[in-house]
């Protein structure tokens, strides 16, 4: 297939490149030029990016990005065409997503939402879990592509249930690493080892993919950022607005959105989430590492 694909961070450029290895005719935009996905022809705009596309995929920070990509000068909305289709893998709001998507509609292009769950590992290795939102037709002429950058693909159900979705499972991820953190914290300040702490989860129901993940970087202290922290945190605000517009209060999320204010400030927002630990630690005055680090 015809891709344009738009934004080349952390997700998308490895994203690219699995669409180029299984055949499509690739074409790559980035805002700041000179990140190269080998075998992609190179546009100057995302509208000369789009131009002619079967599908725009985009992998850009936040609504605000994805705006800009879109609607801004050099926009794709100057060249959409009937039958195209926007596939947006970043993590924005569902009740922008449904707007954009309406604005596309009104040229005959459909709008499939498409975040994705398995951080930098699974975009490099074609792993990616999709979280989809959209109408059955232009999902399924996504297979392909999907297929090309992940394993599996739940449609949770029409334009801005993916990204309602995303929101749900980013809520958990984060609360389960806070469960973790603070565990983890007390337990190596009243004298347990960490690394037997992570055996005994792992034998345990307390054991989950979360820290499965995790648990590993943190006791080698590598806080190099598979999930940055300010996206972690972009994801929690998109949350709690979104249930401030449901009427849905989420006490613990709240809690947890401070830790990442206060994370921030003491200037780990390029880090992995995980460096919200180290908020912990400096309050508790404690290190958590294993043996190895
Ligand atoms: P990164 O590695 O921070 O990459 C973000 C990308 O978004 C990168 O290509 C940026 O371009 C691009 N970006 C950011 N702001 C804009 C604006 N305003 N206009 C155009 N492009 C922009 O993030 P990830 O790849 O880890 O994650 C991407 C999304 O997937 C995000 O929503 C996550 O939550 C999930 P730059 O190179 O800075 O010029």
Known sequence: M?????????????????LVKAGHEVTVWNRTPGTVVEGAAVAQTPAAAAQGAEVVWMCVSDTNAVESVMFGGD????????????????????????????????????????????????????????????????VERLKPLFAAMGKKIFRMGETGK???????????????????????TLATKLGVDPQQLLSLIDATMVRSGVVDYKGPFILQRDF????PL????????????????????????????????MATEDGHKDLDYAATLTLLEKWAGVQVRGKAA
């Open 2 to 18: 015809r891709v344009a694909f738009l934004g080349l961070g952390i997700m998308g450029q490895a994203m690219a490149t699995n």
């Open 75 to 138: 926009g794709v909305e100057a060249v959409l065409g009937e039958g195209m289709i926007i596939a947006d893998s970043s993590t924005i709001s569902p009740a922008a997503t449904v707007k954009f998507a309406e604005r596309v509609a009104a040229r005959g292009v459909a709008w499939v939402d498409a975040p994705m769950t398995g951080s930098k590992i699974g975009a490099r290795d074609g792993t990616l879990v999709f979280i989809v939102g959209g109408a059955e037709a232009p």
């Open 224 to 227: 190099t950022p598979n999930f």
């Open 162 to 184: 993916g990204q309602a979705t995303k929101l749900a499972m980013n809520l958990q991820i984060a609360m389960i690493f806070e469960g973790f953190a603070e565990a983890v």
């Open 230 to 261: 300010r996206l972690m945190h972009k994801d929690i605000k998109l949350t709690l607005e979104a249930a401030k517009e449901a009427r849905v209060k989420l006490p613990g999320l709240e809690t947890v959105e401070e830790i990442y204010e």
